[in-house]
Structure formats: C-alpha cells, structure tokens
C-alpha cells in the first residue's frame, strides 16, 4: 500500500507530532489552512468515513475522542473547526480516513 499517512505510522515519515496513543496519531498539516491545522488519524488503514462498518467504526470513534486532546495540546481553547473529507468529490487528498482540526483565530462563519 502507497498510503503517506500509513508511512507516517510506520515512523517511514517525519511529522510534527501533537498526540499519539496506541490507536490514534495527531500531527501538523504541512499545508495549514489555519494558524493551527492538525490531522489526527486512526493508526489503522481506513480509506474514508464511507468506509466505515462495525468493525472500523470503533477505531474512528477512537480518532473522534483524540481531537479535544490533540486541541488542548496546540492552545485551542476558545473553540476550532472539524472536518473530514470523503471521495474526490469531497476534496479527499489523501484517502486515509483523517480529521482536520482548525484553530487558532476566529474561523469564517462559512466556507465558501
């Protein structure tokens, strides 16, 4: 598998390290779209949330649970934006399920 995030698990990758148990990592974007922008990942390959079933569902919920611990970590204390990304169409870049924290400043109201 040729996955970057999967390389970056395997320690193959350096990253910017923000949390990181025995399921789940959290690092800094390389391209942050905020003062703050980290990705927090499942250790485990899961390409989408449209790939999740009752078998994968357990370890998102594991990355879910990591966000407010990787934003404590980076400061963000008066608020940020989660999102995540599903397909092509979606904006998907890299498909490893991933969750993009933003923070550090007062967010637009709307994304357009």
């Known amino acids: 598998m040729d996955c970057i995030f999967c390389k970056i698990v395997a320690g193959e990758i350096p990253t910017s390290k923000v949390y990181e148990d025995e399921h789940v990592l959290a690092f800094?974007?390389?391209?942050?779209?905020?003062?703050?922008h980290v990705l927090v990942i499942p250790k485990t390959h899961?390409?989408?949330?449209?790939k999740l079933d009752d078998a994968?569902?357990?370890?998102?919920?594991k990355a879910l649970a990591a966000i407010p611990k990787a934003a404590?970590?980076?400061?963000?204390?008066?608020g940020?934006?989660?999102?995540?990304?599903?397909?092509r169409h979606g904006c998907q870049s890299v498909?490893?399920?991933?969750?993009h924290v933003l923070g550090g400043k007062q967010l637009p109201e709307r994304m357009s």
């Open 46 to 50: 899961i390409e989408s949330v449209d």
């Open 56 to 61: 994968t569902a357990e370890l998102a919920a």
């Open 28 to 36: 800094k974007d390389i391209h942050p779209q905020a003062p703050v």
């Open 80 to 87: 940020y934006r989660v999102i995540t990304n599903v397909g």
């Open 95 to 99: 498909f490893h399920l991933h969750f």
């Open 72 to 78: 404590r970590e980076m400061g963000l204390t008066e």
